[in-house]
């Protein structure tokens, strides 16, 4: 695949590690030998996957004279704290739009994410209900901006469109390459879909390199119908955008709804154990929203014997370590 073609920065410092996990896969039982890619070391304050998507992103809104950026995501979004770090480095005003998607869920107080929006120079930052038109809200704090003299560019929530995923192609590419290099034989790659910018853009990049490694989506949100739809629409366009021949196989894409709990950021106790897992025997942070709940799945796949004995299984460690300290009580309990 040709990245050079699209607007891009340098926000990447070379590949992101991939390392054994050998204590966590000996608790597990030892049939499986499991991986990590470590995204969660990507640079960018505190470091996770929206720095691979907003190397793209952000270099569109240079590319069409943007002086301010607006986004949106939860009130712990990484999405949002990342987007903020990467503006802060270009010199661009960032302004947020934050979801109350769990009633009563913001705290002006908090920690975690919320207090390095702060650090991290956020303009404005306009917290609206559950359920809003999240699109509606930044169109209309463009406008805002604009007749204030600014030029706005928008970024979706999560960074998940065609330009943003691309990011996410491209790490399967250099993933492809590591393995390559490690003669390393890896079965399946585990991976969050929440906004699904990084599970389409994993497809889609698997495809355009001929890999045939399955990819298995963990949702964080959505029921399993509901997600692969989501995933498989953005998977088409980016594609397209990439120019991949042949089209994208429909059942190249899997999730699985059933570690989701009973919501988006909210705790279960296998993402408490999956968090406690890899703390103690991989000195791994995970976080409570994606990377714990995915890694709850991978834990349950494992235990359940979906993956054949000996196999290889690589964790994609998307990041988010920042939210673990807005749950101390949950981690506690
Ligand atoms: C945003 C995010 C994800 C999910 O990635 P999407 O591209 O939105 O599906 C996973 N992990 C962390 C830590 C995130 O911040």
């Known amino acids: ?23 966590l896969s000996k608790a597990l039982g030892g049939d499986v030998n499991l991986f990590v890619k470590r995204d969660d070391l990507l640079p960018g304050a505190a470091g996770g996957n929206k720095t691979r998507k907003l190397e793209f992103c952000i270099a569109d809104a240079l590319e069409n004279g943007a002086d301010a950026i607006i986004t949106c995501g939860a009130v ?5 704290r990342l987007t903020a770090s990467w503006s802060a480095k ?22 975690g994410n919320n207090f390095l929006f ?32 600014k030029t706005p560019y928008i970024i979706p929530g999560g960074a998940s469109n065609p330009i943003g995923a691309t990011g996410y192609a491209l790490c399967a590419e250099e993933t492809m390459t590591q393995i390559n290099e490690m003669r390393l034989k890896i079965d399946t790659i585990v991976v969050p879909s929440g906004s699904a910018g990084t599970h389409a853009g994993m497809i889609v990049g698997m495809t355009g390199i001929n890999g045939n490694i399955p990819i298995l989506g963990m949702n964080v949100s959505r029921t399993k119908e509901v997600q692969e739809e989501i995933v498989y629409k953005l998977a088409i366009e980016t594609a397209e955008r990439l120019e991949v021949k042949g089209g994208l196989d429909r059942s190249s894409v899997v999730c699985y709804g059933d570690y989701v709990g009973p919501g988006y950021s909210l705790p279960t106790d296998s993402m408490v154990e999956a968090v406690k897992l890899f703390a103690m025997n991989e000195a791994i942070l995970l976080d409570p929203v994606y990377s714990g709940k995915t890694a709850a799945g991978l834990i349950d796949q ?12 690589l964790f994609l460690h998307t990041g988010g370590s920042p939210a673990l300290y807005s749950y101390l009580d949950t981690f506690r309990q």
Do not use: W
Not at 302 to 313: M, P
């Open 1 to 23: 695949m040709n990245f050079t073609k699209f607007p891009r920065r340098n926000y990447l410092q070379g590949p992101t590690p991939i390392e054994a996990m050998p204590q």
């Open 76 to 80: 712990q979004s990484n999405h949002c």
């Open 90 to 111: 270009e010199g661009l005003e960032c302004h947020l739009l934050l979801e109350e998607r769990v009633k009563g869920s913001y705290n002006i107080e908090a920690s």
């Open 118 to 149: 702060e650090l991290l120079n956020v303009r404005t930052t306009k917290v609206v209900e559950g359920g809003s038109d999240m699109m509606g809200e930044m169109e209309k704090k463009a406008e805002e901006l604009k007749a204030a003299g």
């Open 302 to 313: 494992v235990r359940k014997g979906t993956f054949a004995k000996g196999a290889n299984v």
